[in-house]
């Protein structure tokens, strides 16, 4: 089994911080004990089809996107998670050969990219199981992704191991016209992990869906839950013509060098509301016929080789265990398959560090108070990290882990 760990090395290494910060530091450890541990804000809602949810930056290293890179084949295992209540949201209660088919379609559209999706289980809750019941049912009311507290009720009573499994929740109404959203980043101790689509829209048959019949938006958001953003990611109110240069492709918009910059895309080639004409962006041809776009679902039927690659990036990078033997240990710096104070002090030696790695939970490349509010939510956890542990080695990224895991077994 291999053991992927963030990096080590606290003890023969301390990062070039001053002692006023360090006690600053420990100072809001004392603030925090007593506060709860919480998530990071979830952006404003867009009133729009999908809420893009965890960070909106760039967590690869430079150079672990590249086109010559090789994607091995990948398969993620899913368990379906089904809200209903037939009587207030008729044909809610959607069937399994309707949840087969959605797969069905879903692995369709990921067929070019060495990534497939296998359903190994599903679960029904009846809404009335819950004390917000009816004012879920009511416009106005409880509503996904607004209420993270009622939420949390149902993904705890249903979900599966998100380090293992993609839970995907299919829910009768969400709030205002959104059809789905999902987690760009992957937060190992959030339980709203996954992805979600209202029941309207998803499958390619049954008497639920009512306007779109090709699953595309189960599509979409698989492709955030992969670790893509939207193509016209600062596209609106930067971008005046498709193509224009906002900067480097690597650090701007959706990260991607072969999706250009472009407006939001809500009709199909030579239609009303198609903002942009084909146009060669870095040598590639490109029309807004992208999974990643807001195009009407009949001209959607792409990914592009750069957000192939990066899709496999991120899962490489945040998401391996759907996919691999390897055991992540979230805040275990120091390799001993415990989080305990030596992880804290190793944080704490890199506390206001900027464009760092180390000691960078949340990704961000910055170590601030919201990875060390991270890692007191899980201080004292203990991972099953099997026969095999990490000696102490300033391992700095997931390939020179793996590289050093080869070595300990020879």
Not at 193 to 205: L, M, P, S
Not at 326 to 338: K, N, P, S
Request: a negative charge.
């Amino acid at each position: 089994m291999e053991i992927r760990k963030k990096p080590v090395g606290f003890y023969q290494e301390i990062h070039d911080c001053d002692a006023f910060a360090l006690l600053k530091a420990i100072g809001i450890i004392v603030i925090t004990l007593f506060l709860c541990f919480s998530s990071c804000g979830s952006p404003a809602l867009a009133q729009e089809e999908c809420v893009v949810l965890g960070s909106q930056g760039n967590p690869l290293p430079m150079g672990m996107v590249n086109y010559d890179r090789t994607n091995t084949e990948k398969e993620i295992n899913c368990v379906v998670h089904v809200l209903h209540d037939n009587q207030y949201f008729p044909n809610s209660n959607i069937s399994l050969g309707v949840i087969q088919g959605a797969f069905g379609q879903l692995n369709v559209d990921f067929d070019e990219t060495n990534i497939s999706f296998n359903l190994v289980h599903t679960t029904y809750t009846h809404l009335g199981s819950f004390s917000w019941a009816d004012s879920y049912r009511q416009d106005g009311g409880v509503c996904f992704p607004n209420y993270g507290t009622q939420m949390a009720q149902w993904t705890n009573m249903v979900k599966w191991n998100t380090a293992e499994y993609c839970n995907v929740y299919v829910a009768p109404d969400f709030c205002s016209s959104i059809l789905g959203f999902a987690w760009v980043t992957y937060y190992p101790w959030s339980t709203l992990d996954g992805v979600w689509v209202e029941t309207e829209v998803f499958g390619v048959t049954g008497p639920q869906l009512t306007w779109r019949f090709e699953n595309e938006t189960l599509t979409h958001e698989m492709g955030h839950y992969c670790g893509l953003h939207h193509v016209f990611k600062n596209g609106d109110g930067i971008v005046s013509s498709c193509g224009q240069n906002i900067g480097d492709c690597e650090h701007t918009g959706d990260y991607i060098c072969d999706t250009p910059p472009t407006k939001v895309s809500q009709g199909c080639p030579e239609e009303p509301g198609y903002y942009c004409p084909e146009v060669t962006y870095y040598g590639v041809p490109f029309q807004a016929n992208n999974h990643m776009d807001y195009c009407p679902e009949e001209c959607r039927d792409t990914f592009t080789p750069g957000q192939i690659n990066r899709m496999h990036a991120m899962l490489e990078y945040q998401r391996s265990e759907l996919f691999s033997d390897e055991t992540f240990c979230f805040g275990d710096f120091d390799g001993d398959c415990h989080v305990g104070t030596s992880d804290l002090l190793y944080l704490l030696s890199y506390y206001e560090c900027q464009g760092c790695t180390h000691g960078d939970l949340d990704l961000d490349h910055n170590v601030t108070s919201n990875d060390l509010n991270l890692l007191l939510s899980v201080y004292g956890d203990e991972c099953d990290c099997g026969s095999l542990q990490l000696p102490r080695h300033p391992a700095r990224k997931p390939e020179d882990i793996r590289e050093l895991i080869q070595k300990t077994k020879q």
